[in-house]
């Protein structure tokens, strides 16, 4: 998807990439490879139809990517080869085919380093003056900076911004929730994840507009569940999360890390301010305290403070914990977005349509206004 709008950028504003081929992903970065494979198309080709690009109609032969992989040494780095050698390669075009070779190999594995000595661990990214920029959804950002360095040709507006939300005009919004068939969005969140911090928020926003229940389903972080982050990934996704909070105006001032303890202090107390009806209120103050006020969720005093703020007791809730352990309904938490194919924080689910990440809301409300 990157590579048939780069032409375009290269048009509006005085700049010229560079190509760089690596691996599908740093070793280690992706949780489930096959998962993430079968999600990235189905993503991608949501992007398509925003942006009216080729779609992916098929999946490339191993053939064709060790082809696609040796010319890309043979051919000259230009746009517009990488892009006749992409389509080639995703449709199995090609009229002879070369087999793995060594020095293809390492020519990759040599970019996959520099791609980590510069601070980043994803293809599809860009980098320019100190900043990364990942896939379609963060060249609306780009394109801000380049504006910001006189780089561009015209005064336009940014174009790559059609993952912002709509707030559409619904004339009968009583329709939508007197409706019986699951009427209600479900975030699943994770208190670590700036995502889910900015998600959340953004996901009430809808709530509110188009009169939707909103339902909280709380997952423990990754690190939790026995994954390993790497120093890139926890390093852009907390730069990246700021950027996006800057845009939707969201206070960010970093992250007061609520890791190991912190957690369980929120998940014992959560079930118990659900039942009192705060569970969005008494979340969006846990939120606030690791990323606005950089409070630590594991002193307990801390943790009675966001009680006596929802006027509940915090030794009733912990003895409603006792009844309710925070334990299974996490887990069938996390047994549900599995079941939907995916596997990290925030994801989103609206009737039969659920997303992964908080700049795919665009789906979920897009599900709401067509229901």
């Not at 080729?54 to 746009?79: N, V």
């Not at 990246?240 to 202090?265: H, V, Y």
Request: hydrophobic letters at 40%; proline letters at 4%.
């Amino acid at each position: 998807m990157l590579i048939q709008v780069l032409p375009e950028l290269e048009q509006r504003f005085n700049i010229q990439f560079k190509l760089f081929l690596v691996y599908e992903s740093v070793p280690g970065v992706t949780i489930d490879p096959k998962l993430m494979h079968s999600w990235a198309i189905k993503d991608a080709n949501f992007v398509a139809e925003q942006y009216q690009l080729k779609k992916i109609t098929q999946q490339p032969t191993e053939e064709s990517l060790f082809t696609g992989q040796q010319m890309w040494q043979l051919r000259p780095k230009t746009l517009a080869n990488a892009w006749q050698l992409f389509q080639q390669t995703w449709f199995n075009e090609f009229d002879d085919y070369y087999r793995a070779s060594t020095p293809v190999i390492n020519y990759q594995i040599k970019n996959l380093l520099q791609l980590v000595k510069k601070g980043h661990y994803l293809p599809a990214s860009i980098f320019i003056a100190g900043q990364w920029f990942v896939g379609i959804d963060r060249l609306e950002h780009l394109e801000k900076r380049l504006r910001t360095f006189g780089l561009a040709k015209d005064d336009s507006e940014p174009f790559y911004q059609k993952n912002r939300l709509m707030f559409a005009e619904i004339i009968d919004k009583k329709n939508i929730v007197d409706q019986k068939n699951n009427n209600t969005i479900e975030a699943f969140i994770s208190l670590r994840s700036p995502y889910s911090y900015i998600g959340l928020l953004q996901a009430e926003k809808l709530s509110k507009h188009y009169q939707v229940p909103l339902k909280i389903k709380l997952l423990l972080p990754l690190v939790m569940r026995g994954v390993t982050i790497t120093e890139n990934k926890a390093r852009y996704v907390v730069f990246d999360a700021s950027r996006e909070a800057k845009k939707l105006n969201i206070p960010f001032t970093g992250i007061a890390d609520p890791l190991g303890q912190g957690i369980i202090n929120v998940f014992q107390i959560f079930s118990f301010a659900e039942q009192q009806g705060e569970a969005l209120a008494f979340i969006k103050s846990a939120f606030n305290a690791i990323y606005v006020e950089g409070l630590d969720l594991s002193q307990v005093p801390v943790i009675k403070s966001l009680c006596e703020k929802h006027n509940f007791s915090y030794e009733a809730a912990l003895k409603y914990n006792n009844e309710h352990d925070w334990q299974q309904w996490s887990d069938c938490n996390q047994s549900t977005i599995n079941s939907l194919g995916l596997w990290g924080a925030p994801c989103f689910r609206f009737k039969n349509v659920a997303c992964w990440g908080q700049d795919r809301l665009v789906q979920i409300e897009q599900t709401i206004i067509a229901s």
